[in-house]
């Protein structure tokens, strides 16, 4: 971050990247050149109390402005935001960050986290993005302009292929083992190593009382299962695999016509030199894509959003 140097009125946007284990904040001049980037806790939206998500990410612009020698408000605000995967409750973290006073009145903008990260790695173009790390989505843009969200339904009915789910079902797989009513697995042993438990009966408390992404954690334990020949970790990566698969394929269906080759970004731990990544990218070849790196972080798209609102 900049140093502090007393207060500008230089006209400003904030971009904020809210995601379930940090928040990253970048502040540009309305051109997009940025002035300011920090980092401060978790974005998540909390469904029981969002205007506490407000509040934090109110305070982490504030901090930022100041130590930045800025001046609020801002000409606009984008936040992309976990867990904002409804219109009430992106209106009330909206209407919070309002009353904040961050940014111009009716220039304050909440969107779902994957909404700034399509607009970060694809710009203006169209293309799908598939987000895969501790959760899983894919987001898509037509040619047209039409945008569409496919995944990104939670752990508890959704985030398939993701980092939780692949940890989810190798622990199902481990216990079924243990229970002799699935196979043999390496599992087993490698999982209750890395939960630090001894035996079985120690897993179901573990991850009563363990946050999403410490159960995610395990993720890295399974590919390597996999990647040492274990069959049953083997099919709980290819099963994965599958299912991100259907997320390109539906959003592509679902935003034709193209003018193929459709452009494809991977982003997110899990799709980084992985056994899943490598596995992905084979059944991938079945697809019309064209896969491409992306063009910019999630953050960057947050501010290009705020620099459209402010003009």
Known sequence: ?????GHSATPFVVGIDGGGTSTRLVMADVEGRELARAAGPPGLVEPANPESTAGKLASLVRETAEEAGLTLPAAALCAGLAGAGTATLREAVRDALARAALAAPGRVLVVEDGEIALEGALGDEAGVLLAVGTGSVAYGRAEDGRVARCGGWGRLVGDEGSGYAVAREALRAALRAADGR???????????????VTEPGGVPPWIGRVEKAEVAALAPVVLRTAAAGDAVAAAVVEDAAGELVLHVRALIERLGPWSYPVPLVLQGGLLTDSALARLLRERLRDLPIELRPAAADPVTGAVRMAVAAAS
């Not at 699935?182 to 939960?195: K, S």
């Open 1 to 5: 971050m900049s140093a502090r140097s």
């Open 182 to 196: 699935g196979p043999e697995t390496l599992l087993l042993p490698e999982l209750l190593a890395a939960l630090g």
